[in-house]
């Protein structure tokens, strides 16, 4: 079956640091890929996606590009923002009706 | 369209009890799920509709648990004789349908705890 694999947190930057979390990802087919964030007290929300291989999703400052060959969608930002703390998580799709796998989130923490 | 609405937002129960959440989808999404989300966990699929059909049940999903959609628009999740391992925040999201591109809308969730 589908799994997402990312790197376990909490990850502590301070702030203006280069962020880069891991995710890789074991699919049958060609799946759609994606970076939901989540708030303290909040819902998930749409972060960025990428649908196909070698496309840059981007928002926000963060980005991440799908890579096939590595089975990966790693999530990088250049300079982290202590309103940038949350918990990420990665995601796929596979199928016509959307069902998401989800990886188990890496808290995000930046201290000023 | 204000988004996806959850309610409650947090229910306190009694072992035992039942309970019901509603979820209120943006409402020309035609697609609506369920899922849990457990403390340090991603959320995991429960089931999912596309309009007023119940269109794949998780094996998360025991026969304490049901879920309706009666009219393709807002849903219920009932959970009866709740026990304590079903303390959870339980997330509904809908989206359109026509592929992948569009990810999901997730509401605030319901946080359930069993006492």
């Known amino acids: 079956g589908n799994s997402v694999t990312q790197m376990e947190g909490p990850v502590t930057l301070s702030e203006e640091a280069f962020l880069t979390i891991n995710c890789t990802y074991t699919?049958?087919?060609?799946?759609?890929l994606f970076w939901y964030v989540q708030y303290p007290g909040e819902g998930l929300q749409l972060l960025l996606k990428?649908?196909?291989?070698?496309d840059k999703g981007s928002n926000k400052g963060f980005e991440a590009t799908y890579r096939k060959e590595t089975t990966s969608f790693h999530l990088e930002k250049g300079s982290v923002q202590v309103s940038d703390s949350a918990v990420y998580f990665c995601?796929?799709?596979?199928?016509?009706?959307?069902?998401?796998?989800f990886g188990i989130g890496t808290k995000l923490q930046v201290i000023p | 369209d204000t988004g996806v609405s959850q309610d409650p937002r947090h229910k306190i129960t009694k072992r035992g009890q039942n309970v019901t959440f509603r979820c209120d989808p943006i409402?020309?999404?035609?697609?609506l799920y369920w899922y849990r989300q457990t403390l340090g966990q991603g959320p995991e699929f429960l089931t999912y509709?596309?309009?007023?059909?119940?269109?794949?049940k998780s094996r998360l999903l025991s026969d304490r648990f049901s879920a309706e959609r009666p009219k393709g628009s807002f849903s219920t999740l009932e959970i009866q004789r709740t026990e304590q391992g079903d303390s959870a925040m339980y997330l509904c999201?809908?989206?359109?349908?026509?592929?992948?591109?569009?990810?999901?809308?997730f509401g605030s969730g319901t946080r359930l705890t069993v006492v």
């Open positions: 409402s020309e999404h035609n697609r």
């Open positions: 699919a049958t087919g060609y799946p759609s």
């Open positions: 995601a796929l799709t596979e199928g016509g009706y959307q069902k998401v796998t």
């Open positions: 509709f596309q309009n007023e059909a119940q269109l794949e």
């Open positions: 990428a649908t196909k291989a070698d």
């Open positions: 999201a809908s989206s359109q349908v026509g592929g992948n591109n569009y990810g999901y809308t």
